[in-house]
């Protein structure tokens, strides 16, 4: 599989329900597996949003046993990411809107989910949701992502993405 961004990008995404879709890039902060910083998110489709299940470790601490907003900003940012798969649209983040409902603690598996709400032309606006072991929900999330071509990623994506295109 690439280990770049663009990969699962196409009409309605190469990805089968429960597959686990490819990571954006290699050093990705979210999902990549060759960052010694990152999450190592792994996202699966699910109809037509996604799912992950996710554990934050003593890296993402914020308050003692407790993730770091920030840590958990950045795993949601990422699932939105990955719903890009299944959208089969290139876009990146223009807002992300997280409400803390309750703490989400250190070394427990949560159960993280994202679909697409609406489109508007160029506008992608998502929902998403963090789940305890309980079915409780954690965390939610809403954000606007823009659709742009490969010219947003300046000359590094470009060729990239032209290398890609060339497989
Ligand atoms: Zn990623």
Same mark, same amino acid.
């Given at each position: 599989m690439n280990d770049t961004y663009p990969s699962g990008v196409g009409p309605a995404t190469a990805a089968k329900d429960d597959e686990f879709l490819p990571p954006h890039a290699q050093d990705c902060l979210g999902c990549g597996p060759g960052n010694? &910083?990152?999450h190592h998110l792994q996202a699966r489709r699910s109809g037509e949003g996604v799912?992950?299940? &996710?554990v934050f470790d003593?890296? &993402? $601490?914020g308050a003692p046993g407790i993730a770091h907003g920030g840590a958990v900003a950045t795993v949601v940012d990422d699932l939105f990411g990955f719903l890009l798969y299944v959208v089969g649209e290139l876009?990146?983040?223009r807002n992300l809107n997280v409400e803390y409902l309750a703490p989400v603690?250190? =070394?427990v598996p949560y159960q993280c989910q994202a679909e697409l709400a609406q489109r508007e032309r160029r506008k992608l606006f998502m929902n998403a949701r963090v789940k305890d072991? =309980? =079915?409780l929900? $954690? $965390?939610t999330a809403r954000a606007l992502f823009?659709?742009?071509d490969v010219a947003h990623f300046g000359d590094e994506g470009a060729a990239t993405f032209d290398m890609l295109r060339r497989r």
């Amino acid at each position: 599989m690439n280990d770049t961004y663009p990969s699962g990008v196409g009409p309605a995404t190469a990805a089968k329900d429960d597959e686990f879709l490819p990571p954006h890039a290699q050093d990705c902060l979210g999902c990549g597996p060759g960052n010694p &910083h990152g999450h190592h998110l792994q996202a699966r489709r699910s109809g037509e949003g996604v799912d992950a299940q &996710h554990v934050f470790d003593k890296r &993402h $601490v914020g308050a003692p046993g407790i993730a770091h907003g920030g840590a958990v900003a950045t795993v949601v940012d990422d699932l939105f990411g990955f719903l890009l798969y299944v959208v089969g649209e290139l876009a990146v983040t223009r807002n992300l809107n997280v409400e803390y409902l309750a703490p989400v603690r250190l =070394g427990v598996p949560y159960q993280c989910q994202a679909e697409l709400a609406q489109r508007e032309r160029r506008k992608l606006f998502m929902n998403a949701r963090v789940k305890d072991q =309980g =079915g409780l929900v $954690v $965390v939610t999330a809403r954000a606007l992502f823009l659709t742009v071509d490969v010219a947003h990623f300046g000359d590094e994506g470009a060729a990239t993405f032209d290398m890609l295109r060339r497989r």
